[in-house]
């Protein structure tokens, strides 16, 4: 037995966008399945109660569940938690038990449990808002990213252990962008609720399609802790850490394969229920969360200790001393640093799940959804390296062409390039050579 259509598709929509980053079930068969849920434990519940018989028999009137009463007994209830996301009144609703059977439902179900309050307009809004921007966000991500990746692979003398990690943490930020743009489109495109699916063997590849998203998703916070890692191995270590590589890929895609089959098992065992998007029992969401949450934290301890090395070197007499343009320099390259370390996220990392769950997705959804953008132009498009391959190759296809553009590439490489510098520091006779290219990690 399905729900009235209580609530139009547009408004389900949207509040279901609220848990896009996390879910791949489509909002209204989410809404489907929890009324399922529910009306399964008002069964059970009715089936459990016995005593002499009532007037009016306990009954599931698809929004809520009636315990049983005698004639002028009225049974009120609390709002449905299946519309929690919905509304914002935590209020009640009411039926009399007469000679005739239930009364209709009192006060009216709109008003009682605060639809079509000023605060839940508000609400709708800001869930539009959010899904147009992060849309914008990771769409435009996709397709710079994308660009970067070719640019990479097609480019030989580009071809070093940095622009490899650099190519892998693009293809990490692709797979997230495409992983969250297509996920609803694809598997649950009508609108309605005949096209969810009624048997648990029908939720096998919505399953699958979570199963990847959240791999996307981890694999992409363990590529930011290699790109720290890289960094940070660059700026304190004496030898190359090229031969390095394969150990980067094992972190990068091994530990969130690993983590993903244990969320996997814990999930088959514990909570096999719907799409997987519910985290009802704590074990199977601190398997994957946990994960998460190390590679946040190491990679802002990774940041921290980077920004101090470079603050040593900064202020040493070889550089500048106490220059204030070199403090400049610092600043800059801190602001560099973020996005590349995902440093953001130690934000509401280490706050307990719900607070300011508002403020939380606009921050993450929206700065996550152009992050990738952003890690894609300052690590790949403002690249010196990268810029002077692009000229050459641009000379060779136009060599009649005016040099205006190498121009305009070569100013906007001037900053990238002065901060590129002060991370060129000396090791006195031990200083290994392949500093002075590799130290331009972003």
């Not at 489109?185 to 063997?201: A, E």
Request: one cysteine or more; hydrophobic letters at 40%; glycine letters at 6%.
């Amino acid at each position: 037995m399905r729900a009235p259509a209580l609530l139009p598709p547009a408004l389900l929509t949207c509040c279901g966008w609220l848990l896009a980053p996390v879910n791949s079930v489509h909002p209204e068969c989410r809404f489907h399945l929890e009324i399922q849920e529910e009306e399964t434990k008002c069964t059970e519940l009715l089936r459990t109660q016995t005593g002499k018989y009532k007037a009016c028999t306990g009954v599931w009137d698809n929004i809520t569940c009636w315990r049983p009463a005698d004639i002028g007994e009225t049974v009120t209830v609390p709002c449905p938690k299946v519309f929690s996301n919905f509304y914002s009144k935590p209020g009640n609703i009411s039926k009399n038990c007469t000679s005739h059977g239930w009364s209709e439902m009192f006060p009216n179900f709109v008003d009682a449990c605060g639809s079509g309050d000023t605060e839940d307009d508000s609400k709708m809004t800001f869930y539009v808002l959010v899904k147009a921007i992060y849309t914008l966000g990771y769409s435009v991500s996709l397709i710079s990213l994308s660009t970067g990746s070719l640019i990479l692979c097609l480019f030989r003398k580009l071809h070093c252990t940095r622009n490899y990690i650099h190519l892998n943490l693009f293809v990490s930020f692709i797979l997230r962008a495409v992983s969250v743009l297509v996920k609803d489109g694809v598997l649950y495109s009508s609108s309605g609720t005949g096209h969810c699916p009624d048997q648990p063997s029908s939720w096998v590849a919505c399953k699958l399609s979570l199963v990847f998203f959240q791999y996307c998703i981890m694999a992409n916070f363990y590529w930011l802790l290699v790109e720290g890692l890289y960094l940070h191995t660059l700026l304190v270590a004496i030898f190359s850490p090229s031969r390095r590589f394969v150990a980067y890929l094992l972190i990068g895609w091994g530990i969130p394969t690993v983590c993903i089959a244990a969320w996997t098992a814990a999930r088959l065992s514990l909570e096999d229920t719907g799409c997987w998007d519910t985290n009802d029992h704590s074990v199977p969401w601190w398997v994957i969360r946990t994960p998460i949450l190390i590679s946040i934290i190491v990679n802002f301890v990774l940041f921290v200790s980077i920004i101090r090395i470079l603050l040593q070197k900064l202020t040493s007499p070889d550089v500048g001393g106490t220059d204030p343009s070199q403090y400049k320099r610092l600043a800059k390259s801190t602001l560099l640093l973020i996005p590349l370390f995902g440093a953001h996220y130690m934000v509401f990392a280490v706050f307990p799940i719900g607070v300011s769950s508002k403020y939380q997705i606009l921050f993450e959804l929206c700065m996550g959804s152009f992050q990738g953008l952003v890690v894609a132009v300052l690590y790949c498009f403002l690249n010196s390296e990268v810029q002077s391959e692009l000229k050459r190759k641009w000379r060779g296809l136009c060599p009649g062409w005016p040099c205006g553009l190498d121009h305009r590439l070569r100013r906007a490489s001037v900053s990238r390039n002065d901060w590129e510098n002060a991370l060129q520091f000396h090791r006195g006779s031990r200083a290994p050579s392949f500093l002075q290219t590799e130290t331009s990690v972003i």
